[in-house]
């Protein structure tokens, strides 16, 4: 009532901004004057109808903007967006470079073809000179890559047993660059490798069909041999081919049927070598020093509750740490690069991490995001201390890289979304071969409870 009278006297003009009102959950016609004192004391006490009024707006709209300080909408718009709706927010709080943010998202909307006043945007920037009259030139079209729409995921098809191995389940692989480009971003001293999170999105994909609608953990895994994928730029193929293999196995803690999980591929010479092996089993919380795995916030993170972030004061720029890595032959291209902001405190690390909609489109359909997961993994190589992974360590053999070979205990609940967030926590001493971690990565909205805990994350220096 106090609202309605303080309210009275508002005598609101026509629209000029279309406007979908989460009121009603429509468009507002704009010259029936709604927008009264009455209006908006049914804006405080009626349910807010935000579904409706997106659905309503994605009628009309392919890009959405959300105009604001700090995020706010951005998160559930892209959950009520579809796969082609492009999802952007103006400022980010956790960016210190607040024009840098804008620009980035002027140019995204201006690449998806929406018509800008670039005479007002760029009234004070200089300009360059372009050609006066059209140059002569040749098209040469660069044909689309096939594509694979199917569902399930995109590495691994339906696993089938065979004469040999009967209790066994094996799934033939076929990795093949033109379908799956993405892979071609990460690459090792010049090679194009696989990355370890796309391993364990193999094997996690793998285990769910073994045991469909368990909770389940990968325990034992360890990275024996890189998988080494053709460099489109100099191989003639493109194609990776290899067998992932689940045989019955007997863990000895009672657990029931567990399995052995092998991801075998042939060298250069076509000999099968053996590239990474897990341990699948139901997650029930023993062994490993692992907490159970409560859905509650104290059990769904096992690096500490919301003062993490409070202990990591010191940013380090992204770009930084993408050149320090550069320099140990630890190359990531556009569609690996998903870290956002992070910072560094004693032994740890806190990471904001997002997929721009092309990363999205290309991460569709795995279990566990490789893109995310990678990223959140990287961070193991930066919580013993600064310089730890930027090559400044010291030593004759700095610039020697870091890779993944281990790691105890592997659980993950949910999909993540297109944002999340990321923590490392250094265990032990670091020594000069050997580094070890603990690494969560939980979706940015707690309320989907959705996250990878990864223990006993061991990485080793390889020379070169």
Request: glycine share 10%; aromatic share 4%; hydrophobic share 45%.
């Amino acid at each position: 009532p106090a609202l309605a009278e303080a309210l009275a006297d508002l005598r609101p003009g026509p629209t000029r901004v279309p406007m979908i009102s989460t009121v009603t959950g429509a468009a507002l016609d704009p010259q029936q004057l709604a927008l009264d004192g009455a209006y908006w004391c049914r804006n405080l006490r009626q349910v807010v109808r935000f579904a409706a009024a997106v659905e309503v707006l994605l009628g009309d709209c392919d890009a959405l903007l959300e105009i604001s300080a700090r995020p706010v909408l951005a998160n559930p718009l892209a959950r009520l967006a579809t796969d082609t709706t492009l999802v952007l927010r103006s400022l980010d709080g956790e960016q210190g470079d607040g024009m840098a943010t804008i620009a980035e998202g002027l140019a995204t909307l201006h690449c998806a073809g929406l018509a800008l006043d670039w005479a007002r945007i760029l009234a004070a920037q200089p300009r360059v000179a372009l050609p006066t009259y059209p140059w002569q030139h040749q098209s040469y079209w660069i044909d689309d890559a096939p594509t694979q729409r199917r569902e399930g995921h995109p590495l691994l098809g339906e696993g089938a047993s065979t004469s040999l191995l009967p209790e066994a389940r094996l799934w033939p692989m076929r990795i093949d660059l033109q379908a799956q480009p993405a892979f071609a971003d990460h690459r090792v001293a010049g090679r194009v490798v696989l990355p370890g999170a796309a391993i364990l999105d193999l094997f996690a994909a793998a285990g769910e069909q073994l045991r469909p609608d368990l909770e389940l953990a990968l325990t034992q895994l360890r990275f024996l041999a890189p998988v080494l994928l053709p460099d489109p730029d100099h191989d003639g193929s493109t194609v990776w081919i290899g067998e992932l293999i689940a045989t019955p196995s007997d863990d000895g803690r009672g657990r029931g049927q567990s399995h052995r999980l092998r991801l075998l591929g042939r060298d250069d010479e076509g000999r099968w070598i053996e590239h990474a092996a897990a341990l699948l089993h139901l997650d029930d919380g023993e062994g490993d020093d692992a907490p159970a795995p409560a859905l509650d916030r104290a059990a769904l993170d096992p690096l500490g509750d919301d003062g993490f972030e409070r202990d990591c004061p010191e940013p380090l720029p992204p770009a930084t740490l993408a050149a320090g890595r550069a320099r140990r032959g630890l190359v990531i291209g556009p569609a690996f690069s998903c870290l956002e902001s992070l910072h560094l405190g004693p032994g740890r690390a806190s990471a904001a991490l997002g997929l721009a909609p092309r990363q999205a489109l290309a991460s569709h359909g795995h279990r566990l995001d490789p893109m995310l997961l990678d990223a959140a993994l990287n961070l193991a190589g930066v919580v013993h201390g600064p310089g730890a992974d930027e090559g400044e360590s010291g030593g004759e053999d700095n610039d020697d890289p870091w890779l993944l070979t281990a790691i105890d205990r592997l659980r993950w609940r949910g999909r993540l979304g297109r944002r999340a967030r990321a923590r490392a926590l250094a265990i032990g001493e670091a020594s000069p071969r050997e580094r070890g971690a603990r690494v969560l990565l939980r979706d940015d909205d707690d309320r989907e409870q959705a996250w990878i805990a990864v223990e006993g994350v061991t990485t080793r220096r390889v020379p070169r």
